[in-house]
């Protein structure tokens, strides 16, 4: 059984951080690209980061660069986002992604709020 499992979100002040972690089981983990998405209240889901299976090539969103890092540790079968110096406009549900030719899995989001 696949599963991705979220969590780390939470309420946090502007300039605040916050530590997500997605816990992957039920899949080749190790081979797969890893991505986080988030969306907001009214908004479309959008790509955050993403981070290839053998950690080198990561891509984040303009929006988000230089305040978040992806990582993923393929021993533990997890994938993490760092999110630095939080801004309001960061508030979403955050949601991690597997890929891998035509298979996709999703995690069912975790909660970020930021408060200004």
């Known amino acids: 059984q696949v599963q991705l499992v979220e969590s780390g979100g939470g309420l946090v002040q502007s300039g605040g951080s916050l530590r997500l972690s997605c816990a992957a089981s039920?899949?080749?983990?190790?081979?797969?690209?890893m991505s986080w998405y988030r969306q907001a209240p009214g908004k479309e889901r959008e790509l955050v980061a993403s981070?290839?299976?053998?950690?080198?090539?990561?891509n984040y969103a303009d929006a988000v660069k230089g305040r978040f890092t992806i990582s993923r540790d393929n021993a533990k079968n997890m994938v993490y986002l760092q999110m630095n110096s939080l801004k309001p406009e960061d508030t979403a549900v955050y949601y991690c992604?597997?890929?891998?030719?035509?298979?996709?899995?999703w995690g069912q989001g975790t909660q970020v709020t930021v408060s200004s």
């Open positions: 981070i290839n299976s053998a950690s080198i090539n990561l």
């Open positions: 039920g899949f080749a983990f190790g081979t797969y690209l």
């Open positions: 992604k597997a890929r891998r030719w035509n298979r996709e899995y």
